[in-house]
């Protein structure tokens, strides 16, 4: 909740500072704004790595939750990681992550899901990009928990090292109580694979596939794991 309304504060801001920044266009530039190299300079962010966010997408991008005070208020430290967000369409979103998570790895960032609206009532998705390759951190920052099952952060973290031996987990979203993973190394048994996800997150059956076999199939035609706790 409290990401959620920081980053409607932030956009908004960064609405008033850019006008009409935000809006799509049919060609994407892949040079910076003013505004990119204000941010990129002050967080200290590789400028290449919006650079090739542009070659997809124009949307504006505004400092992560927690990096503003940094930068308006000239802190001489960052107390989280340096990261932007920026807004993108539900049915681009998967792709726009897909399709830089590689190049941005190779720089020493992370992209990913931070707010996943489903389309409901054409509302964007926000998308963060982190100064960090280490899933964990990413993860710790956010604040991904399940404390509806009495799952902390610190908890999830040591469940989510587990599940990552296993199955080779690839961070693609996460936020205050979700979190979604490409699954690179397959499991030689999905329903023994759905078994052990529901076991940590009920709702992803309970609330979402109906029952276990129906999860087991889910996962295995998208080569995702996602928790929710609701």
């Known amino acids: 909740m409290y990401i959620r309304t920081t980053l409607l504060l932030l956009i908004t801001l960064s609405l008033s500072i850019s006008i009409g920044c935000n809006q799509p266009t049919k060609t994407p530039s892949a040079s910076l704004s003013k505004q990119d190299r204000f941010y990129c300079d002050s967080l200290k962010i590789d400028s290449s790595i919006i650079v090739l966010l542009r070659i997809i997408t124009d949307s504006a991008v505004i400092p992560f939750p927690g990096n503003s005070q940094h930068i308006y208020q000239e802190d001489s430290t960052i107390a989280q990681v340096p990261g932007l967000v920026f807004n993108a369409s539900h049915t681009s979103a998967d792709r726009i992550v897909a399709d830089l998570s590689v190049s941005f790895r190779a720089k020493g960032y992370t992209i990913f899901i931070l707010d996943e609206q489903f389309g409901i009532q054409n509302h964007s998705n926000t998308l963060a990009i982190l100064k960090t390759t280490d899933k964990y951190q990413v993860l710790k920052q956010v604040g991904t928990n399940g404390i509806n099952y009495d799952i902390t952060n610190d908890s999830l973290l040591t469940i989510i090292k587990t599940f990552d031996q296993k199955y080779g987990l690839q961070l693609t979203g996460a936020s205050g109580d979700w979190c979604q993973f490409k699954i690179n ?12 996800a529901y076991k940590v997150c009920p709702d992803i059956v309970e609330q979402g596939a ?16 996602y928790f929710w706790w609701d």
């Open 185 to 196: 190394k397959p499991p030689v048994n999905w329903l023994t694979f759905a078994k052990e």
């Open 210 to 225: 109906g029952d276990v076999d129906k999860l087991a199939e889910e996962m295995q035609r998208t080569g995702v794991l």
